[in-house]
């Protein structure tokens, strides 16, 4: 088989606009990044929604927050459900960008991917298709020089060198060992490998996601619309990325200032606590015990003041083994969830008021049965009208 050879490509003054519009984007996203005081976090929740949406783009795949409580709770019952696929993306993800500036693009290191993607019980140890074992040695050649295009200096700028070098790498591989999670995870990489400003804030598959019929058409389209469609899309991206960051850098904010002022003297518990949320944004209350270091019921109280102040959200509907969930710094990320509605004013709860104690009634006392009855006393004779005296003409008379 004769793979084919990396397509040429020249700048037109559409795709010129269009990458001057996607490099002042990026470098809006990398000053917003650098800016955010909980970027690891803010990376760590993007690349699960990277994860998230490449999965769903081949095929279908759980909610955001499903897969949140599945990342979390990894119980064997659970590894081979549907929410399992984006968590071994997201795994394949972290591990891709972080040797993406050190090791280059080579079939050991897409196998590696591959591994990590498949489910478990699949076989391990790289690609399952014939036809690459058959192709090996002209694969990693391919690979090879792929990578030093992609890091070429001068010529193309780096962006279309990005879009040429994923088209390319969608075409390398046979039709049965094609993956487009693959395809799109070495793609992230490679904005990392090159050292495009904001790499580690930008998400791709949103973009792939919403246009889904276009991207699948213009991966294997001409070259030229291909990067015009890809480069727009970096754009749009890192647009949305820096939004992003501004709305999780308001709700900070606002949350740490609300817990500052309602906690009191647990100011610093709260705080605390506040901190895990960003990182791990699903918890339970033995859980934030362990971070507080408070009793069971201090550490419930503290819970129930974040869920009045609407930080935390209960989601499971258990009276007990409750999970609760950042959920305002969830729907951020969430891509089914609508915008962040604005918080409900919680009506002042009515002081209920002490019982009346019942009033004794007047009952007439019962006398004694030996007591002897007193007859009632007559009522007094009234006086007889006294005659007025004569008076002193009377008298004369």
């Known amino acids: 088989m004769a793979f084919p050879p990396i397509p040429a490509a020249s700048v037109t003054a559409d795709l010129s ?16 990044f650098s800016a955010h005081l909980d970027a690891s976090a803010f990376e760590v929740m993007q690349l699960l929604r990277e994860a998230v949406l490449s999965c769903r783009i081949e095929r279908g795949s759980s909610g955001f927050a499903a897969v949140l409580a599945a990342a979390v709770d990894l119980d064997d019952d659970e590894r081979d459900s549907d929410a399992m696929a984006p968590v071994r993306c997201r795994k394949a993800l972290e591990r891709s960008v972080a040797e993406a500036g050190e090791e280059p693009l080579t079939l050991d290191r897409l196998a590696t991917v591959q591994t990590a993607l ?18 090996e040695t002209k694969l990693a050649a391919a690979l090879v020089e792929l990578d030093e295009f992609l890091l070429a200096q001068g010529g193309l700028p780096d962006l279309v060198r990005i879009g040429i070098a994923q088209a390319q790498l969608a075409r390398l591989f046979p039709a049965g060992a094609k993956d487009g999670r693959l395809e799109r995870i070495a793609g992230l990489a490679m904005f990392r490998r090159v050292g495009v400003p904001g790499a580690s804030a930008l998400a791709m598959s949103p973009y792939f996601q919403s246009n889904r019929s276009e991207y699948q058409a213009q991966l294997r389209g001409p070259t030229a619309s291909w990067l015009d469609f890809f480069v727009k899309g970096v754009a749009e991206s890192a647009t949305e990325a820096a939004g992003m960051i501004g709305r999780c850098a308001v709700l900070a904010r606002d949350h740490r200032e609300a817990i500052s002022a309602g906690l009191g003297h647990a100011v610093g518990r709260g705080l605390r606590v506040y901190g895990r949320l960003t990182t791990e944004p699903v918890a339970t209350v033995s859980e934030i015990q362990a971070i507080t270091g408070t009793s069971y019921v201090a550490t419930n109280q503290l819970v129930a003041r974040f869920v009045d102040m609407g930080i935390l959200d209960e989601i499971t509907g258990y009276r007990r083994n409750r999970r609760f969930q950042y959920g305002p710094y969830v729907r951020v990320f969430d891509p089914d969830a609508t915008a962040d509605p604005a918080p409900e004013r919680r009506a002042p709860r009515p002081v209920p008021r002490p019982p009346r ?41």
Not at 17 to 32: E, F, I, N, S, T
Not at 358 to 379: D, E, G, N, Q
Request: hydrophobic share 30%; aromatic share 4%; net charge positive.
């Open 357 to 397: 104690r019942p009033t004794a009634s007047k009952a007439p006392r019962r006398r004694a049965a030996s007591s002897p009855r007193r007859p009632s006393p007559a009522p007094p004779s009234p006086k007889p009208r006294r005659r007025p005296s004569p008076s002193f003409s009377d008298h004369l008379l």
């Open 118 to 135: 498949a489910r478990r019980g699949a076989r391990k140890g790289g690609f399952a298709d014939g036809a690459i074992d058959k192709q």
């Open 17 to 32: 606009a269009l990458l001057d519009r996607a490099g002042l984007a990026l470098w809006r996203l990398d000053g917003a």
